[in-house]
């Protein structure tokens, strides 16, 4: 089993910035990708960001030019920086990790959840 461990959401004022880490443990035997999804009230849950192991990375658009994801594959941990933050960036921010937890079979990995609220 791979557990998720989140930290770092909270209250901002619009314009402020936060940080968001997530840290995989247990039984992982190769990270296929790591990233971070959003889901706001009565809305679905959205990609935000996603970094594959060979770096690749994709944005939703509407954080493009505000948000950095990056990871340390050695700690197989994921962050997500958020600046100039809006009160649309409001929601639970949730860690995901798509790993190998043997040589064949993969799953999707799910974190607890960060409420990050962008309110003056």
């Known amino acids: 089993q791979v557990q998720l461990v989140e930290s770092g959401g909270g209250l901002v004022q619009p314009g402020g910035s936060l940080k968001l880490s997530c840290a995989a443990s247990g039984s992982i035997f190769r990270i296929i990708a790591m990233g971070w999804y959003r889901q706001a009230p009565g809305k679905q849950r959205e990609l935000v960001a996603t970094q594959n192991s060979g770096g690749g990375i994709d944005y939703a658009d509407s954080v493009k030019g505000r948000f950095t994801i990056s990871r340390n594959n050695a700690a197989n941990t994921v962050y997500l920086q958020m600046n100039s933050l809006k009160p649309e960036d409001t929601a639970v921010y949730y860690c995901?990790?798509?790993?190998?937890?043997?040589?064949?079979?993969?799953?999707?990995?799910w974190g607890q959840g960060s409420q990050v609220t962008v309110s003056s």
């Open positions: 995901n990790a798509r790993a190998y937890y043997s040589v064949h079979a993969w799953d999707d990995y």
